[in-house]
T-cell receptor
């Protein structure tokens, strides 16, 4: 079983829809990251969380440490949000990173 | 502009020919790391460095070497590349390990 599990694997939405991507992990962590990888391959760091909730524009990320779960929400989705979203964690005992398999999001106009 | 610069962007090489992929950051970040990305396996950490002269193995370090002689540079060295090291490689840096990351543009390596 992977240490970091994401769902769904693929997601297609209509422009304007509210989107949720989930991430569950089974290890002790010191931080959780949400990354965005565009079709061209570049990776952008969206959020780093160790507790609570963060918001940046239309993106919201939450983490529940007790339940070992994080969610990434996109409000009023737009075709330019189409990308692969990757959840990653820093392991607690060292600074190794583990990654989820990614969620491929397609937003149709 | 704050950035992480990787070179080269694309590289085709032959088995056994030593190569170095360079990574440089201009943000005075302490933490730097290397990853590889493969279809079906996703991203995996190769090596990371907490600061100058401090490096540690990640999830898949076999066949790779790194060095951190200066804060800004963190080269990835393949002493004897093999076809199973064909992959897309990313370098990243961060103020500290648990802070937000800045990624390089990636290096697509093919070993024939």
């Amino acid at each position: 079983k992977n240490e970091v599990e994401q769902s769904p694997q693929n997601l297609t939405a209509q422009e304007g829809e509210f989107i949720t991507i989930n991430c569950s992990y089974s290890v002790g962590i010191s931080a959780l990251h949400w990354l965005q990888q565009h079709p061209g391959g570049g990776i952008v760091s969206l959020f780093m969380l160790s507790s609570g909730k963060k918001k940046h524009g239309r993106l919201i990320a939450t983490i529940n440490i007790q339940e070992k779960h994080s969610s990434l929400h996109i409000t009023a989705s737009h075709p330019r949000d189409s990308a692969v979203y990757i959840c990653a964690v820093n392991l607690y005992n060292n600074n190794d990173m583990r990654f989820g398999a990614g969620t491929r999001l397609t937003v149709k106009p | 502009e704050a950035q992480v610069t990787q070179n080269p962007r694309y590289l085709i090489t032959v088995t056994g020919k030593k190569l170095t992929v360079t990574c440089s950051q201009n943000m005075n970040h302490e933490y730097m790391s290397w990853y590889r990305q493969d279809p079906g396996l996703g991203l995996r950490q190769i090596y990371y460095s907490m600061n100058v002269e401090v490096t540690d193995k990640g999830d898949v370090p076999e066949g790779y070497k790194v060095s951190r002689k200066e804060k800004r540079n963190f080269p990835l060295i393949l002493e004897s590349p093999s076809p199973n090291q064909t992959s897309l490689y990313f370098c990243a840096s961060s103020f500290r390990a648990n802070y937000g990351y800045t990624f390089g543009s990636g290096t697509r390596l093919t070993v024939v």
